[in-house]
């Protein structure tokens, strides 16, 4: 009977004939149908799902385009005033100057009245810190006016000294003006604010 296909070397031999021929078959059968499948294209609408997903999965990984950056705010002196000073800023600094030296030449002929009379006199820091404030012009003029301090070296060297400061300390007032435009914006609009006629207008 069929109990005989089992027992033995011979049976065991002779059914492993059909048995593999089948399962050789077999997998023949399964890799012709697979290379048949893979070698045909895909679906149309395999492949347009497929770059749809593809385009859409570059998109999230690109960057977004970044905003251009906003152009630089102008400087605060972009309407910086005129080299020229404006005619406040010269009345100003007419009105101190005709004021110290008035003042230095009265103290040269003071002083000197005092001398004359052997009475109590300016001390010879104050003449010379006129000459420093911007009054030397007058105190020069009252010197060689009134004879007075001409041959005192002491006094003259110093005073002459401070001469020369007032007028670098001009220079560089001046050269600040003509260099630096927020500083003559500065002091234009604080010319502007000044509560006195004709002052707050700077032209």
């Given at each position: 009977?069929?109990?005989?296909?089992?027992?033995?070397?011979?049976?065991?031999?002779?059914?492993?004939?059909?048995?593999?021929?089948?399962?050789?078959?077999?997998?023949?059968?399964?890799?012709a149908a697979g290379r048949?499948?893979?070698?045909?294209?895909?679906?149309?609408?395999?492949?347009?799902?497929?770059?749809?997903?593809?385009?859409?999965?570059?998109?999230?990984?690109?960057?977004?385009?970044?905003?251009?950056?906003?152009?630089?705010?102008?400087?605060?002196?972009?309407?910086?005033?005129?080299?020229?000073?404006?005619?406040?800023?010269?009345?100003?600094?007419?009105?101190?100057?005709?004021?110290?030296?008035?003042?230095?030449?009265?103290?040269?002929?003071?002083?000197?009245?005092?001398?004359?009379?052997?009475?109590?006199?300016?001390?010879?820091?104050?003449?010379?810190?006129?000459?420093?404030?911007?009054?030397?012009?007058?105190?020069?003029?009252?010197?060689?006016?009134?004879?007075?301090?001409?041959?005192?070296?002491?006094?003259?060297?110093?005073?002459?000294?401070?001469?020369?400061?007032?007028?670098?300390?001009?220079?560089?007032?001046?050269?600040?003006?003509?260099?630096?435009?927020?500083?003559?914006?500065?002091?234009?609009?604080?010319?502007?604010?000044?509560?006195?006629?004709?002052?707050?207008?700077?032209?």
């Amino acid at each position: 009977g069929l109990a005989g296909f089992y027992r033995g070397f011979v049976p065991c031999f002779l059914r492993s004939f059909p048995t593999n021929g089948a399962a050789i078959l077999v997998f023949e059968s399964v890799t012709a149908a697979g290379r048949a499948v893979l070698s045909t294209s895909p679906p149309r609408w395999f492949v347009a799902a497929r770059r749809a997903a593809t385009t859409s999965s570059r998109a999230r990984r690109r960057p977004a385009p970044s905003a251009p950056p906003p152009p630089p705010p102008p400087p605060a002196y972009a309407a910086a005033a005129p080299v020229a000073p404006p005619r406040p800023l010269l009345l100003l600094a007419a009105g101190y100057l005709a004021l110290v030296n008035v003042g230095a030449a009265a103290l040269f002929f003071h002083d000197k009245r005092q001398a004359e009379r052997r009475a109590w006199r300016v001390p010879e820091r104050t003449l010379q810190l006129s000459a420093l404030l911007g009054g030397w012009a007058g105190g020069v003029w009252a010197m060689e006016k009134f004879r007075h301090k001409t041959a005192k070296k002491a006094f003259r060297e110093p005073y002459f000294a401070a001469v020369a400061a007032n007028v670098a300390i001009s220079a560089g007032l001046v050269g600040a003006w003509a260099a630096l435009p927020h500083l003559r914006s500065s002091i234009t609009a604080r010319l502007r604010t000044l509560p006195v006629p004709g002052l707050g207008t700077a032209r």
